[in-house]
Structure formats: structure tokens, C-alpha cells
């Protein structure tokens, strides 16, 4: 390479190019990606918040760059999907191609797939995503960047360990003697792949830079000073903290996420008004129990809940119903609510797998003629379908309307995941996930979409 010598120059070349250079912290991703190139560490672990541009230097500068040092090197590299791999690996090619010369390299003539290309000197880049077929491959150096896709995989134990399983038994597997591991990711859950290497491989070097500054910061930031404020400055961070709740702030923001048995529902932020406000829209979201009680028996409730929109945009759990009740009382109670309501409260069902689930809804929908009633079956764990709920009332986005109903309510939620009953969660759950998805205006007007949408 000719001038500035190391990553450092190389990246400044690359984005003063573009009218760019690197932050204070991305500097310092500088570094120890540059360690990394040297040899002096084989492992290392890049924890940063979205919009930190992590990417663009771990898995696009730095593996053209590593392939200016290593023209005969080799290099996989994997995210949560083939698609998003593909990506990196287009901007790589792409990054070789202008800047070839300067690095010593050039690619060869026959490699114009983004996934996969090989220089003229004999290196190789394979893209792939996580689980993927990369059977015959072999790698100087593996770069994993945004493993995980979603909140619902990150919730999932079958997931996580079978990303884990594919890390160890198949990707580093790929390693050549002396080969290196960069791990680029937003944290999800204490259990995710960085978690879980973190506790059960030693010799990981870990950049965990956090969003809002800790004590002791690396960067030596003043605590709650801004990672990056060109981009977003504290007032920023705030607001989206207050908008994505604290829950996903403290793993995806602050790189700390919280242990899995923690309660969901923050429910002190639950506000209360005396008398409900006029609502844009109303939605009473239902899940169905059809059994009474009995010796030795404590079925579950069956609950109706009331969930209205009001002009600030925020929502409120209007009413609430709960009882047990055998199936033809649970079908007459559920008509004579929705007549109490009225026809512009949508009525949501839930729509149990397989034919009696079918049957059962087609017979509530023949009783509830002349209301607007929409069906959906339960997808997902309860926890994840939680989520956007606990999300809204950790935004200070959900209320309730002052109600007998009310502590019964609050005390479920306050003990889930891990209570008895959770019939009072589903309906909050269910109309929480109606009110967001029935309209794109609604989604708008709340202050977080739907997670996985």
C-alpha cells in the first residue's frame, strides 16, 4: 500500500473518498481490527448500537484490507442471512475493484458474484449466511457480522443453540492453523452467540461500546456523553429510548441485555385515568378458556380485553373481562360484550391449530354477525408475542382506565413470565399486535412497530 501505512490509512483514504472519516470510536475499531491483521488476536468480539457503522469497517474495509496483507489469504464471512452476507460481500468486491491498486491486489477476471470472488494473487472471499452450506471451505479469517435477525430468534433457546452448534461444529471448523475470528454484532439477549462464547471459550478479546457512555469508558467519554454525536447526540438517544422501551434499549443500545427470568412488564409505568377519553379506534382481543372450575382443578380464565387508541397516540386498556365459564357460557358472554361494545370495536379471536380450533371460530363468528371480527392463529412463544406490549408500556405508551379489573391485571403482568396465569398477557398481547398491524396510520401513530415486521 502506498501512503498512510496500516488499516487506519487505508480506511481514511477509503472514506475520505467519499467526504468522510472515522469517529473517535471507529478509530479505535481501527485498532483492534488491526490487531487482528497482525496476529497479536485471534478472537475478538465488536459489541457496538445500531447506526454505528460497525459494518462498514469490520466486515467491508477491513476484509479488503486483510486481503492487501494477505493476498493469498482466504476468508469467510457470515450473517443471519445469505442475502445480507451477499451484500457485505458486494461492497468488499466493490471496495478491491476501486482501490485494488493501492492495496497490491486485483480481482480476478471471472469474479463477479457478490458472494464469492477470487483475486488474481489467489485470495479468496466466500459469503454465506449463518447455518449455511460451507462445506470444502477453508479460512485465514471467519468475520460473523449481525448473526442474529430478530427478536423472536434471539428468544428462541432451539435457535440459539443451533446457531451456537453451527459456530463451533461447522464455521470455525472452516479454520485454518492460526486462523483468526471477528464476532460484529448488537446484543440481544444474555444467551445470544456472544454471550454464550464469552462464558464457554476463554481468549476473546471484547470492544463493547455502548450507546450512552458508563463509567470508566473506554473512550473516556463523560458518563451519558454520546458514542458517536455526528450521528445521534444524547437528545436522540433519548428519544429513541423512549420509544423502544428499556428493555431493548439495555440490550441493543447499552449492549447489557437483561436475564431472560426478568419480569417483561415494567408495570410501574403503567399510568392510570380516571375516566377514558374518546378513541380513535377500539380493538377487544379475547383468549378463550372452556372449562370450569372443579376439585382439584384451576383452569384457566377465559378474558376479554378492551384496548383503545386515544388522540395523543397512546393506548389504554379500556375494560377488561374475566371468567370460567363452560363453552356455551364463554360464547354468550363473549356476544353479549361485543353488543355492550358496540360494531366499531374490532373483536380479535385467537384460532387454536387444527379443526376444532377452525370449528370453534367459525361458530363465534356466526354468533357475532353483524360485528367485525378478525381471526389469527397464536404465533410464536408467548414471550416474544409479549414483546410489543412490554415495549409500549416501558415507552410510557399504555394506560389503563381506572377499574376494579385493574390490580388483578397489574399483578399478571408484574409476574410474568414466570406466574401462574397469563390469560389477562395473551389478551394484551393479541390486542396490542391488532392495533399495530390493522392500520399503517396506527402504526405510525405508536411509538414502535411491530417487532419482526
Given amino acids: 500500500m502506498t501512503g498512510e501505512a496500516g488499516f487506519l490509512g487505508f480506511a481514511r483514504m477509503v472514506m475520505g473518498k467519499a467526504g468522510m472519516a472515522p469517529a473517535a470510536h471507529h478509530e479505535l475499531l481501527i485498532e483492534r481490527l488491526q490487531a487482528v491483521a497482525d496476529g497479536s488476536c485471534d478472537r475478538l468480539m465488536v459489541q457496538m448500537p445500531p447506526g454505528s457503522a460497525k459494518s462498514t469497517y469490520g466486515s467491508i474495509l477491513f476484509p479488503a484490507y486483510f486481503l492487501g496483507r494477505f493476498p493469498r489469504g482466504q476468508i469467510i464471512a457470515a450473517a443471519h442471512t445469505a442475502s445480507l452476507a451477499h451484500y457485505f460481500g458486494r461492497r468488499v468486491r466493490g471496495v478491491i475493484g476501486e ?16 458472494g464469492q470472488f477470487r483475486l488474481v494473487q489467489g485470495g479468496e472471499y466466500f459469503a454465506a449466511g449463518v447455518r449455511g452450506p460451507i462445506t470444502g471451505r477453508r479460512a485465514d479469517l471467519v468475520i460473523v457480522d449481525d448473526p442474529v ?64 457512555a458508563e463509567p470508566g469508558d473506554v473512550l473516556g467519554r463523560a458518563v451519558g456523553a454520546a458514542l458517536w454525536p455526528a450521528w445521534a447526540d444524547e437528545a436522540a438517544i433519548a428519544r429513541r429510548r423512549r420509544e423502544v422501551g428499556e428493555r431493548m434499549f439495555a440490550a441493543m443500545y447499552q449492549q447489557a441485555p437483561r436475564a431472560p427470568d426478568a419480569a417483561l412488564f415494567d408495570t410501574g409505568k403503567i399510568f392510570v385515568v380516571e375516566a377514558c377519553p374518546a378513541l380513535v379506534r377500539s380493538i377487544r382481543a379475547w383468549d378463550l378458556a372452556a372449562s370450569l372450575p372443579g376439585a382439584g382443578r384451576s383452569p384457566d380464565w377465559t378474558v376479554g380485553l378492551k384496548l383503545g387508541l386515544a388522540g ?34 374490532l373483536i380479535g379471536l385467537p384460532q387454536d391449530p387444527g379443526q376444532a380450533g377452525l370449528a370453534q371460530v367459525v361458530m363465534l363468528r356466526r354468533a357475532l354477525v353483524g360485528f367485525a371480527v378478525e381471526a389469527t392463529p397464536e404465533l410464536g412463544s408467548k414471550l416474544v408475542r409479549a414483546m410489543p406490549a412490554a415495549i409500549q408500556i416501558d415507552a410510557g405508551g399504555l394506560g389503563m382506565v381506572a377499574g376494579p379489573w385493574n390490580g388483578a391485571f397489574v399483578a399478571e403482568l408484574a409476574a410474568f413470565p414466570e406466574g401462574d396465569k397469563d390469560d389477562q398477557v395473551d389478551a394484551l398481547s393479541r390486542a396490542v399486535t391488532m392495533m399495530v398491524t390493522t392500520s399503517g396510520q396506527l402504526t405510525r401513530r405508536l411509538s414502535v412497530p411491530l417487532l419482526g415486521r
Wanted: hydrophobic share 50%; proline share 4%.
Fill in 312 to 345: 395523543d397516540g397512546r393506548l389504554l386498556v379500556v375494560d377488561l373481562v374475566r371468567f370460567q365459564g363452560s363453552p356455551a357460557q364463554v360464547e354468550a358472554r363473549i356476544v353479549a360484550t361485543a353488543r355492550a361494545d358496540g360494531a366499531a370495536t
Fill in 99 to 114: 482501490f485494488g491498486a493501492e492495496l497490491g491486489v486485483a480481482l480476478a477476471a471471472d469474479s463477479r458474484a457478490a
Fill in 149 to 212: 435477525k430478530s427478536w423472536a430468534e434471539a428468544e428462541s433457546a432451539a435457535l440459539r443453540d443451533g446457531l451456537f452448534d453451527w459456530y463451533r461444529a461447522e464455521l470455525s471448523a472452516r479454520l485454518k492453523p492460526g486462523g483468526r475470528v471477528v464476532l460484529i454484532m448488537t446484543r440481544w439477549h444474555p444467551d445470544d452467540l456472544a454471550g454464550r462464547l464469552a462464558e464457554a471459550e476463554t481468549g476473546w478479546a471484547c470492544l463493547r461500546l455502548p450507546a450512552l
